[in-house]
């Protein structure tokens, strides 16, 4: 869309998934929001996202079900039935997406990636794009929407609301604010397990933060048996016994619990991403994926990396002259992170937090 003194009277944002790219795309709309006060957005997004920020308020959250194949199409189109918008913004590089945006969503202007990240063919179903820019993480590619919209004040709030009922729960599991450390140990898709680090090594983590930092220690994770049996293998291998709420929690469960929390540690997955949203600092262990353009926002500072050693070992590449967002997915690329990277990360992070100083970057809302 080219910029124009005349704010949109209606918006819609595609982004169906996955957890940790909504939370990417949130800090977007929140920016569009505070630069468009009138506009009316609905987003639409996917059954589980949903479940995570489908009650923000001011915004008209369609659930787009894929679960249900092409009947998801069906009720979309449904849905917005005589619906047309001024502005469509295509923030989803998938052809699952991009149909249902061809199929449902009328608007004059359909605001997609670049034709060099269009991947999927999305190119194909948008008609204006924002500008190429190399190299960027995620979250400030999504920037590019606002920004080619004339909305380059950038605005970090989040601001996901959570049921008081939920912040009970959240109580029970950390009383009295106790410092808690979380640890999210694994990514939950199958495809993803080169992301996972060594369960005994979690659990050598889980001890040192215990007994020599006085740290509660919670496992966190999803309801997969693999998921679950990682948790169980931790469990086994700690001596301090962490609380283990894996398969116990749903995403609101979590975010709160995220909320009371000391720090989180954890490989690249959406819970990085939710800790983020929720203020809290991330000690995100990265071997498998590269930091820069994928690891906690405002976090940064307490990543332990070693992608690029990873790029060079398994992949015989060179992270700074590799395609962007290229993976190393050889399980032993997480084995390079050692537990001595991880615990003096933990040591760094509670002794500044014992000093009072700052956790999460300084990223506050500026000119892009």
């Known amino acids: 869309m080219p910029q124009t003194p005349q704010p949109p009277t209606s918006a819609c944002i595609l982004r169906l998934s996955a957890v940790g790219d909504v939370c ?10 505070a630069a468009w006060p009138e506009t009316r957005f609905t987003w639409i997004i996917g059954r589980l996202e949903a479940a995570l920020v489908g009650d923000i308020p001011g915004i008209e959250f369609i659930i787009f079900d894929k679960s249900k194949g092409l009947g998801a199409y069906r009720e979309l189109r449904q849905t917005l039935h005589g619906r047309r918008f ?33 991947h999927d063919w999305q190119w194909l179903f948008t008609n204006r794009r924002i500008p190429y820019k190399s190299r960027q993480h995620v979250m400030d590619s999504f920037f590019g929407f606002a920004e080619i919209c004339g909305v380059t004040q950038r605005v970090l709030r989040w601001d996901i609301p959570i049921p008081t009922q939920t912040q009970a729960f959240a109580r029970e599991q950390m009383p009295d604010n106790a410092p808690t450390l979380v640890i999210s140990p694994c ?6 397990n080169f992301r996972n680090w060594r369960a005994e090594r979690y659990a050598a ?44 929690t749903n995403l609101k469960q979590l975010l709160a619990l995220l909320v009371r929390a000391t720090a989180l540690i954890s490989p690249d997955s959406g819970p990085v991403h939710m800790a983020t949203a929720a203020g809290t600092p991330v000690i995100g262990l990265y071997a498998a994926t590269n930091p820069d353009r994928a690891g906690p926002y405002l976090s940064q500072h307490w990543r332990v990396n070693r992608y690029p050693e990873a790029m060079r070992q398994f992949n015989h590449q060179d992270a700074a002259t590799a395609a962007w967002g290229t993976r190393v997915r050889d399980p032993r690329a997480m084995d390079l992170i050692a537990v001595d990277d991880v615990i003096g990360k933990l040591d760094e992070l509670i002794a500044a937090r014992s000093r009072g100083e700052p956790l999460l970057a300084e990223m506050a809302a500026r000119p892009a």
């Open 86 to 118: 001024d502005l469509l913004l295509h923030m989803q590089m998938s052809l699952r997406a991009s149909v249902a945006s061809g199929l449902a969503i009328r608007a004059p202007v359909k605001l997609g990636f670049d034709r060099r990240r269009a």
């Open 205 to 248: 983590v889980a001890d040192y933060a215990a007994e020599k930092l006085g740290l509660r220690v919670l496992l966190s994770g999803g309801p997969s048996q693999a998921e679950r049996d990682y948790g169980n293998a931790i469990f086994a291998a700690a001596h301090s016994r962490p609380l283990n709420l894996i398969g116990r």
């Open 187 to 192: 990514a939950n898709a199958r495809f993803r």
């Open 24 to 33: 990417h795309t949130l800090p977007v709309v929140r920016s569009l929001q």
